[in-house]
């Protein structure tokens, strides 16, 4: 970690090290509290060691907002929520840039009664409003707009702006022929389209002064059909540099590109190559900033070593783990993130508040959880034990968590941080739950640290944890002993009432997880949600001599393309019209266009008549149509495995039944969100 904690001097801005905390939309930027949730947000972040933080997009203007929750940098109302930002994150001794942001023809402007602008009247699939094209005045008034907010940002109390050019929004439109097609001053040829961006950062420059520090958000590959080609992209580099970016920030693909860019299919680095070409184009004008799917300091040491970039921007791993930085100085844990956008970026774009899967605290930093709703038979008991005195001062008491799935996890976390003693027991021989399946699905090897990370945090916290302990009535008097009791034991799969179910060639999931590297050559799994679905890209996924950033490049006509062996022949039957449903809205689409490259095989709306030593067969109109397969799976959804919830019920101690126990569903945000819930409400 040499390189990347060391530090760097940025516009003048002293840094401590090489890790920029990238932008992020929390959904938080309106609410109606002074600023106070967001300012503990990014107050967090400072207080673990961020260095310089760059806020989730302002928007220059109401029409440039891209979601209904965005705050607008030339609003009155918005000016003391920012103002409390950047005064919170200063006492905790950070820095921060303000992103002035316009989201153009992906604005959800008509939320507003408006019509999305763009540089032409240019329709996209991410947004469902059509833009009409800016005027020539518009233009110079939007030009306008984005000068004021860095004078504003600056008379906030911000260290420095951060212009978002990059993931298709309206500056990055202007240099695109895809979505600029005018023929005047702003558009035409390669040049005219960079006048926008250019002239943007001028009038910043001029607005907010010359030693105020502009950063720019440039893509480094827009990732459409029709884009600017390496030397356009190059060009505009090199033009920013001359025309005093203090940085350039390389962001990768657009919303709509086809090419999954931040997802958990695309491994660590894979765009390292980008940000490397712009860096050798500007050689030393100005710093050039790596992005996109860099989750961990190891990662970024390799870049900066590699001299593909001068400082990395980390965004949702400071989501996963604020003090990301000041434990990765001690040589702790850090939580890290394992890029499955559920908690983030999928609500995100949903206009929800955002948090983290692995880090329920996440944006709510002031509130935590609510407790509701669990089952409290000894209410009284549990009051009486509280009022034993201070959190400091008092006995700790002890709590049982039965279950090491994620929700147990979480549970026992909430808890031994808050003091209390803790025993986790685990029916496995090793704590995660349906993270021990998910870790095994290529791209999600991630997982497995989510694992590591709260194993070695509970052991530090000294929770107990009791590996291979399934509890029974013998537990009883011990669990009846406890000031509150978490059951999450988890789910278990559903069998499928089928004739042939119960024969030699059928297996349910986890045994098909557990026996991949054995399964015949053609699998039919019975099902098609989110862990069939992983169970698929897992069997056909096959192997490849050369490094798995290459195979993704390749996959996606980024590279030459690469041999590739050993993938079964795989197909999901599902009776409902849909694969991979609870796969989150920004992941589903790209492991679906993963497994029909591979051949997988998606039918929906299928029939079953029976499974068969042959395969599965379905009643078809036409009549019997055989499924052929060496191995049958069954990914038919789960029950929940609440056997213990009526012993404990009966022992009068307060307790909860979380997760996948008290549902039946496979929802990793959820089931920590519920565990962390459950252990604070308990005490
Ligand atoms: Fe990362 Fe998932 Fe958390 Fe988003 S929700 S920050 S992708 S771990």
Redesign the pocket.
């Given at each position: 970690m040499r390189r990347v904690l060391s530090p760097v001097t940025l516009g003048g801005l002293a840094l401590p090290h090489r890790v920029v905390m990238g932008s992020m939309h929390l959904g938080i930027e309106d609410r109606d509290d002074g600023g106070a949730a967001l300012a503990a947000f990014y107050a967090a972040r400072a207080a673990g060691g961020a260095g310089l933080i760059v806020t989730g997009g302002s928007a220059v203007n109401r029409v440039g907002t891209g979601g209904v929750h965005y705050s607008v940098v030339g609003e009155r109302e918005h000016a003391p929520r920012l103002a409390r930002v950047a005064e919170a994150v200063h006492e905790t001794g950070g820095l921060i840039a303000l992103q002035l942001f316009h989201a153009g023809r992906y604005a959800f402007a008509a939320s507003f009664g408006l019509r999305p602008v763009a540089p032409s009247a240019v329709p996209s699939r991410f947004s469902p409003d059509p833009p009409r094209a800016l005027t020539g005045a518009e233009i110079a008034a939007t030009i306008d707009d984005f000068a004021r907010g860095a004078a504003t940002a600056r008379r906030l109390g911000f260290d420095a702006v951060e212009l978002m050019g990059s993931e298709g929004y309206l500056l990055n439109q202007f240099t695109s022929a895809v979505t600029n097609r005018r023929d005047d001053g702003w558009g035409g040829d390669a040049a005219r389209r960079r006048a926008f961006p250019l002239a943007v950062l001028a009038a910043v420059r001029d607005a907010a002064g010359a030693d105020f520090p502009v950063l720019y958000r440039m893509s480094g590959a827009d990732l459409m059909d029709g884009a600017p080609d390496t030397d356009e992209v190059l060009a505009l580099a090199r033009e920013l540099a001359r025309a005093g970016a203090a940085a350039l920030n390389v962001g990768i693909g657009w919303h709509e590109s086809r090419v999954p860019t931040?997802q958990?299919v695309v491994p660590p680095g894979t765009w390292a190559p980008y940000p490397a070409r712009i860096r050798a184009a500007v050689a030393g004008a100005v710093p050039v900033i790596a992005s996109n799917r860099i989750?961990r300091l190891a990662q970024a040491e390799q870049l900066l070593a590699a001299g593909d970039a001068d400082l990395v921007s980390l965004?949702?791993?400071f989501?996963?783990d604020p003090e990301l930085i000041a434990r990765s100085r001690a040589a702790r844990p850090v939580n890290?993130?394992?890029?499955?956008?559920?908690?983030?970026?999928?609500r995100s774009l949903a206009d929800e508040p955002?948090?983290?899967?692995?880090?329920p605290a996440?944006g709510r930093e002031l509130s935590l959880l609510p407790a509701a709703g669990f089952a409290d038979p000894g209410a009284a008991v549990a009051d009486a034990t509280r009022a034993g005195g201070g959190e400091r001062g008092r006995d700790r008491r002890r709590y049982a968590v039965v279950g090491a799935g994620p929700a147990g996890l979480a549970a026992a976390h909430a808890l031994a941080t808050a003091g209390e003693r803790v025993v986790l027991y685990e029916a496995a021989d090793e704590p995660g739950g349906q993270f021990r399946l998910a870790r095994l699905v290529p791209g999600k090897a991630d997982y497995g640290a989510?694992i590591e990370y709260y194993a070695a945090e509970l052991a530090a916290l000294g929770v107990e944890l009791r590996l291979a302990h399934p509890v029974g009535p013998d537990d009883r008097a011990e669990l009846a002993g406890c000031a509150g009791i978490v059951l999450a034991t988890g789910v278990l799969p559903r069998p499928v009432d089928l004739p042939g179910a119960d024969g030699p060639n059928v297996l349910t999931y986890p045994q098909a997880f557990a026996a991949a590297d054995r399964l015949g050559e053609r699998v039919v799994v019975v099902g098609g949600g989110g862990i069939a679905v992983d169970l698929a890209h897992l069997l056909s996924h096959g192997r490849t001599d050369g490094d798995e950033r290459n195979r993704f490049r390749a996959e996606h006509g980024l590279a030459a393309p690469l041999g590739v062996t050993g993938g079964r022949q795989v197909t999901l039957l599902r009776r409902g019209p849909r694969i991979g449903t609870g796969i989150g809205r920004t992941t589903r689409w790209a492991l679906l266009a993963a497994l029909r490259r591979r051949g997988v095989l998606l039918r929906t709306g299928v029939r079953y008549d029976r499974i068969t030593p042959a395969g599965v067969l379905l009643a078809g109109a036409d009549g019997p149509e055989l499924v052929p397969a060496d191995t049958v799976v069954v990914a038919a959804g789960q029950l929940p495995a609440d056997a213990l919830r009526p012993m404990i019920a009966e022992l009068a101690v307060p307790y909860r039944v979380v997760g996948g126990a008290a549902d039946g569903a496979v929802d990793a945000?959820t089931a920590f969100a519920a565990g962390a819930e459950a252990g604070r409400a308990l005490r």
């Open positions: 931040v958990a989750n965004a949702r791993p989501l996963a890290v993130c394992i890029g499955c956008n559920q908690a983030c970026i999928d955002v948090s983290c899967m692995v880090n996440a989510t945000v």
